[in-house]
Structures are given as C-alpha cells and as structure tokens.
C-alpha cells in the first residue's frame, strides 16, 4: 500500500520532511520512502491512500503513563493533592478497560502507537492487567504493562503484585511463541 501526498516526517539517522511525501508499506514493514510522484511511479498499480493536508510520521511513544487514571482528569482543577487518597481503589475491572480504552483513543489521536504503562489501582490487582491489555490490543496499540511493586499499601499487596506481573508475563509468553 503507498501512502501519499502527506507531510512526510522521518525520525531517524538523517530526519527528513518532504512537503509531498509519501510511504509504502509491506505487510507490517515500510518498504520506502520518498516524493508521491516517486512513489507513484516506482510502484503503479498498488492500492494507494492519499493523506493530503496530513502528517504521516513514525508513532511516538509514552514512556510513562498510568491509562486508568484518565478518569480522574479535571478533577480538583489538576490539583493532584486535593483529589482523594485511595481514589485508585474505586476502580473495577470494567472501569479500567473502559479508562484505558479512552487513553488509548486519545494516544493514537495524539500520534502515539507505543505506551509504558505502570498500574497502580490497588483493590484490583489480580487479572487487572488483563483489564489494561484487553483494549490496548484491540486499539491496535503496541505497549509493556506492568504492575507497580511496592509495599506502600502493606507487604501483602506487594507480594500481590508481583504474582500478578508473573501471571501477565506468563500469559503473554504463551501467546507470543
């Protein structure tokens, strides 16, 4: 597939931006990358979308990101300290997939493609990454979750955790061999 007639930006070893640029794609690989019209001739033919009046760049990522808390955004007026203790402890397992459900929709509006997403809501440890990945795969999105180990809460939850990034990291090597 060509992708043309867009804002080319390339991030890379010589970073590029060609007003009329445009892209091909492979199977999951770019193939090339140049003008349109370089494009369009090299590869007649192929089914084409033309991203004219857009940008076509590599995804970005979020090194650091806590999806579920989307929902708490406003509140307090950004006011991080008026906001209550504990409030990660309201969610369920619904409510973070449909948070992160949010994020996700709001990442890929952002051009981000690849989250670092560290849990943290802590009466819903076990299966709450599944909650995370559940909708971070069907956005498309590409991502490392993990629960936050930590004994801020009591020496159990963090043994909780740990268990519960075990059990993530154990389902998620089965589905990848």
Known sequence: MLIVHGTLITLGKSDQLI??????????????VGPSEELLGRYSGEETLHAAGMLIMPGLIDAHTHTHRIIFRGAADGREDQLPRGRDALLDYETIRYATLAHCIEALRSGVTTLFHEQTAAQTTHLSLDA????????GLRAMICYQVSDRVSPSHARQAVEENARFAGRSTRKSS
């Open 19 to 32: 007003q009329d640029g445009g892209l091909r794609v492979t199977g999951d690989l770019i193939t090339a």
């Open 132 to 139: 995370v990945a559940e909708p971070i795969l069907q956005a």
